[in-house]
């Protein structure tokens, strides 16, 4: 009994700190397809407003952008190589593109890679139109171009043709962990924000202001 008591305990200890690097090849493709279906509603959105929100004619011209939100052009995007709307629409195709390979599981990791850069690309050229959602999903998207998504569903997997036994084997690796954990932390570093004194201080709570301004550099103005 004393053998396979620790047998046993052995087990689950290797269960337990294995756990958040692996999981299911059919969860990792229901997450790849959730994903991509994401990104393309995001990217079908933008489509018809890119000449809004994204071109010299709209909201945030490249000239406004450099002069009113310079700590902003610090980030790479792609979006500022022209104001013209064409180029934005384009950029949104290819980006539309990279959804439609995600959810079909070809290449997943290199459209998952495409798919965060052109977002982020996005989100730099206009950050006056992002919020958390759009910062969680660059985060979600980085990570999956770590992770094997496409052992199952995919149109890789039909090209490997893996036998079934192997197919469903769970999956292990770093970028399956960090996709894992990412929404563990987010919460809490979510939770422990909400111990500072802005939160709990009679003296302070300015919680509002601070997430206004922190959310939205210039909100304060329509606020005030």
Wanted: hydrophobic share 50%.
């Amino acid at each position: 009994m004393g053998k396979k008591g620790r047998t046993w305990r052995s087990a689950a200890r290797s269960t337990f700190f294995a756990s958040p690097l692996h999981a299911d090849p059919r969860s990792l493709a229901a997450f790849r397809v959730s994903l991509g279906l994401i990104l393309a509603a995001e990217t079908l959105w933008l489509l018809p407003r890119a000449g809004s929100l994204l071109s010299n004619a709209g909201v945030l011209p490249l000239q406004c952008l450099q002069r009113s939100l310079a700590p902003y052009t610090q980030f790479w995007s792609i979006h500022r190589a022209s104001g013209g709307v064409l180029v934005q629409q384009i950029l949104l195709l290819a980006q539309l593109a990279a959804a439609g390979c995600l959810v079909a599981g070809y290449r997943s990791r290199e459209a998952a890679l495409c798919g965060w850069a052109l977002f982020s690309s996005v989100v730099n050229r206009n950050p006056l139109m992002a919020h958390g959602g759009d910062t969680l999903l660059r985060m979600e998207l980085l990570l999956a171009s770590f992770a094997p998504l496409a052992s199952r569903c995919s149109v890789d997997a039909l090209a490997n043709a893996t036998p079934p036994a192997a197919a469903n084997a769970a999956v292990r690796s770093a970028g399956v962990g960090g996709l894992l954990l990412q929404p563990v932390l987010m919460y809490v570093f979510a939770g422990a924000f909400k111990f500072s004194p802005e939160w709990r201080d009679q003296a302070h709570y300015s919680a509002v202001y601070y997430a206004l301004h922190r959310a939205r550099p210039h909100a304060h103005k329509y606020v005030e």
